[in-house]
């Protein structure tokens, strides 16, 4: 992994253009699979214009992968779909104009589960993602090509974005930072749509400090999203200097032998911290799995009718009549997991069904959201393992059923809207461990703050 | 229980067409998920539903004219472009 401090050490004795040569070679002879489409041309035009002096800006000549999900003007966005395998912006997402501000060199596009459904990249029609640190393993998912760029150095920085647990699981499973913002800190403008309503653009790095200037650099105003909260982010992790904070642990929110393992070993180091642990239950969590999935395929349901084979997208050579044509362009072009999605969520939100599935499930989320906020008027901060086991070997989850109750542990964040992060606590058999710190709304802060604390421990 | 029937049901709702040979697929993954969704029903506590979490309504912004993507960049992903328009398949039978 790099950081950016030893990305910016390197500089002040390298040429930018040379360290991102580099970084493209490696990519190139990798085989993780974590990039779709490379910005190499541009992307060293730009290091080049840092080495001839131009500095300016936060991220000036940092590299960044993003996730394929995510707009970007005249660079192939694939969500990684068949469906728009040749789509090609004409616009830049409001994450990524920030980037080009603050004087970032953008690599490429990462690989994902396709329209960010799936835990594992391994719905991608890209293939799947590898493992940085077991390349018989998932990178996790959806956004495992951001996970697994920054894991396995093949850049600095990564956004994601999480609409269950999209940044959080890879970052667990690749044992890097990942946070998802609190909803409506970060402009959705130019991200490809799933489930807009639990969905945000968030930080992927190797450490909490990077992952903290990322944020001050995407958060902020932004008209062009209307559930944008207005609110920029500044990293002052002197606000709980010296403070005794309570920390809850989640009671509903467990893992495998291994995984809780590595679980108390943190929370012991917390409690050698100075600060106070206590245990909070979350009753409405047995019900979040399927409010959230009800909820998500509902909105994707909607969301993804846009694909018609006739603006943009993947078409069909003849024009037949409207019916057929949608029909068959929608079933070349989706994969299964796409298709169980949209079906389902057509069914949910069919006559008959709309009182029983979704609007139930949207009854199950405020008794979540409550959940929350009683905990966090007990606690500061609430923590729990991040994915319920190790990460998974390719092919291992077979059946979705069984692949949507790994998202157990990181769904209710999203019905809720708080934000969330997830810290590497070391490895077992090799493999990285994650823990989830969660907060309440726009307490980022408080979160990055803390987990610097944890992080700093841990080495 | 759900029948093939229902899955070329909601197919047709979703506008996806779907071969024979996936029909009974599709149809034992959906009576599985279904069926766990079925926990809500154990859910009897009548609360407000939450559409989304900010406590925002109604935000509206300066009604300003500015330019707009020019034509050829609207088109430029389409596959059936005639005249500048982009042309798509028939509605009417």
Known sequence: MISVSEWRERLESEKAYDLVAELFDKI???????YITLNKEEALKKAEEYDEGKKEGKLAGIPIAIKDNISTRNLRTTCGSKMLSNY???????VIERLKQEGAIILGKTNMDEFAMGTTTETSYFGVVRNPYDENRVAGGSSGGSGAAVGGGETVLALGSDTGGSIRCPASFCGVVGLKPTYGLVSRYGLIPYANSLEQIGPMASNVEDTALLLEVIAGKDTRDSTNAGKDFTFNPDEIEGKKLKIGIIKEMGGSDEVMEKFSEAVDLIK????????????????????????????????????????????????????????????????????RRIMLGSYAL???????????????????????????????????????????????LADPLTMYKMDVNTVPINLAGVPALSLPIGLVKGLPVGMQIIGDYFSENMILSFALQVEKELK | MITEQDVYHIANLAKIEIRSEEVDKFRREFQSILEYFDILDEVEEDVEPTFQVLPLSNVFREDTPKECLPREEALKNAKHVEDGYFKGPKVVE
């Open chain 1, 350 to 396: 069919s006559a008959g069904y709309y009182g029983k599935y979704y609007l139930k499930a949207l009854k199950v989320r405020t008794l979540v959201k409550n959940d929350f906020q009683r905990a966090l008027k007990e606690c500061d901060l609430l923590i729990a393992p991040t994915m319920p086991s190790l990460p998974f070997k390719i092919g291992e």
């Open chain 1, 272 to 339: 050698s911290l100075g600060h106070e642990i206590c245990e909070v239950s979350m009753p409405s969590f047995k019900y979040a799995l399927a409010a959230y999935y009800i909820i998500a395929m509902s909105e994707a349901s909607s969301n993804l009718a846009r694909y018609d084979g006739v603006r943009y997208g993947y078409a069909l050579d003849q024009l037949e009549s409207w019916s057929k044509y949608f029909s068959k362009v929608r079933a070349e072009g989706f994969g299964d997991e796409v298709k």
């Open chain 1, 28 to 34: 190139e002879k990798s085989n993780l699979n974590a």
């Open chain 1, 88 to 94: 090609v912006p004409v616009f830049d997402a409001h």
